[in-house]
Structures are given as C-alpha cells and as structure tokens.
C-alpha cells in the first residue's frame, strides 16, 4: 500500500473518531435512545466521493472498531456495525447508479443506517417491539441525512484534490 494511501486512511480516520468523540460529548435531547447527528457520515462521504467505495468501507470499519474499543462496548459496536455495514453498502450501491446527487446518497445512508440498528436490536434484545423507533429514526436520519449530505458537498467540492485524493495526483 503506497504511503499516499496510508496517510489518507490515517487523516480520515482519526477525524472521524474526533467527530465520533464529539458527538458522543452531545447530551441526549431526544426521547428515542441511539438518535444522533451522524457526524463521522461526512468522513465516510468524503472518502466515498474522493477516495472511492472499498477506501471508504475500510475507513468506516476501522473508525467502528476505534470508537467501539475507545468510546463503547460490544453492544455498541454490534450496533455500530450493523449500521455502518448496510449504510455503507446502500451508499455505495446509489453513488454506482449514477441517478441520485450526494444529498440523496447521504440521506439514504442515515435511513439504511437507522435500519441496520433496528435489525441489530430486534435481534440482540430478541424483541420485534424495537421497531417502534422506526418511525422516529427514520425522521431524524432523514434530517441527518440531508444536513450530511449539504456539508458533505461542500467538503467534497472546496476540499482541493490534493488533500484527499485516493492517491491520485
């Protein structure tokens, strides 16, 4: 693997467990457990856009681990995974078709990320009555998605390529 690359993983990277530690700094104002702001989206979107998709797993996997060993437990990166992995694949799967802008891939992510913990929680709570939160999630990763999404454009389109660039010159 070419330094160039190593770096870029190492830069993205540790923004995203920055945001992730700020996020989770965030005193809980909503009535449903697990809402956020999806903050480490906007590194997982800009590596998405710039780098390409498996760059972009590999960051969000290696961000999921960190945050889970330094910020949580297994719960949340049983969690974590299951959300970052479907919205993850989601994402890269709408951005391949070509036909939706990066605002659409976003809030697809924050709704596919939403599912994914649901799905998680039906089974580690072995309870189908979690899905209650449906509803709730769906609305805030709806307005996560979308505010990702803005502030990822703009990342991706002022951000000079040399920055971040996937190893291309």
Known sequence: MKTRKVTDYALLTTLALILSYVESQVPAFFAVPGMKLGLTNLVVMVALYRMGDRDAVTVNLIRICLSA???GNGFSLAYSLSGGLLSGFTMIALKRTEKFSII???IAGGL????????ASMVLLGTWRVAAYFIALWASGIAAGLAIGVLSGEIVRRLPQSVISGGKP
């Open 104 to 106: 659409g891939v976003s």
């Open 69 to 71: 060993l330094l910020f």
């Open 112 to 119: 596919s990320h939403n599912t994914g913990q649901i799905l």
